[in-house]
């Protein structure tokens, strides 16, 4: 089994829709992440969480939220998609000590029409 | 703010050839950890190997090897034996160790490189 999970893996919607992008990792690891992927621009961070108390905005959250429901969930959500968010969007997980290297999931394509 | 440089967009390689992608970065950071993950059309991103800025010696992960030259902040991607399965996306990125002020632990990535391997 996979150790980061994202669900769903392809998600098409329309312009207004709320959506929420869920992600779960078995690797026990305390910080999680979402990121987001556009053709040719490599990936931008848009929310990070140490905790589950712990919440903070990356360099691209304008338009999204996130909620920490246990260390082993990281929820992403676009209260009102629009087309401009149309990417393909990655959760990752790194532990709190030693090497922090972050572990992808293999991605969710969202389209927004 | 940091930034990584992928100069080349595409490369291609032989099977079984060698191949050296390039990544440069900028940074006024003395400790950090650069890194090479590997997106082939499945689309996840798969780590393939880490350099600790305060190690001299070059990672090394079976046929893939790093050039590490601090000084020049340069970081390349050595793959030998070059396989099919090798062609992907590949990402240069850089973090700060242990993160500084305002670095929101994040991952800057370069812009990528697209390996095409031909049999």
């Known amino acids: 089994d996979a150790d980061v999970t994202q669900t769903p893996r392809n998600r098409i919607t329309k312009t207004g829709k709320r959506i929420m992008l869920e992600c779960s990792q078995t690797?026990?690891?305390?910080?999680m992440y979402w990121y987001r992927q556009d053709p040719g621009l490599g990936l931008q961070l848009i929310y990070y969480?140490?905790?589950?108390?712990?919440?903070n905005k990356g360099e691209i959250s304008d338009g999204y939220s996130v909620s920490r429901q246990a260390q082993a969930k990281f929820s992403l959500s676009l209260e009102s998609a629009i087309p401009n968010q149309t990417a393909l969007y990655f959760c990752?997980?790194?532990?709190?000590?030693?090497?922090?290297?972050?572990?992808f999931g293999p991605g969710t394509r969202l389209t927004v029409l | 703010a940091q930034t990584v440089t992928q100069s080349q967009p595409e490369m291609s390689v032989q099977e079984a050839e060698t191949v050296t992608l390039s990544c440069t970065y900028d940074?006024?950071?003395?400790?950090?950890?650069l890194f090479w993950y590997k997106q082939p059309p499945s689309r996840q991103m798969i780590l393939v190997i880490r350099?600790?800025?305060?190690?001299?010696q070059n990672a090394t992960e079976n046929r893939f090897s790093v050039n590490f030259q601090k000084a020049a902040k340069s970081f390349s991607l050595k793959i030998s034996d070059s396989q099919l399965g090798d062609a992907a996306m590949y990402f240069c990125?850089?973090?700060?160790?242990?993160?500084?002020?305002?670095?929101?632990?994040?991952?800057?990535f370069g812009k990528g490189t697209l390996l095409t391997v031909n049999p």
């Open positions: 350099q600790e800025a305060y190690k001299q």
């Open positions: 940074t006024s950071e003395s400790d950090y950890y």
């Open positions: 990125a850089y973090r700060s160790r242990p993160p500084a002020e305002g670095s929101n632990y994040k991952l800057t």
């Open positions: 990752a997980t790194s532990s709190a000590g030693g090497e922090d290297t972050q572990y």
């Open positions: 969480s140490f905790d589950v108390k712990d919440i």
């Open positions: 690797k026990g690891h305390d910080r």
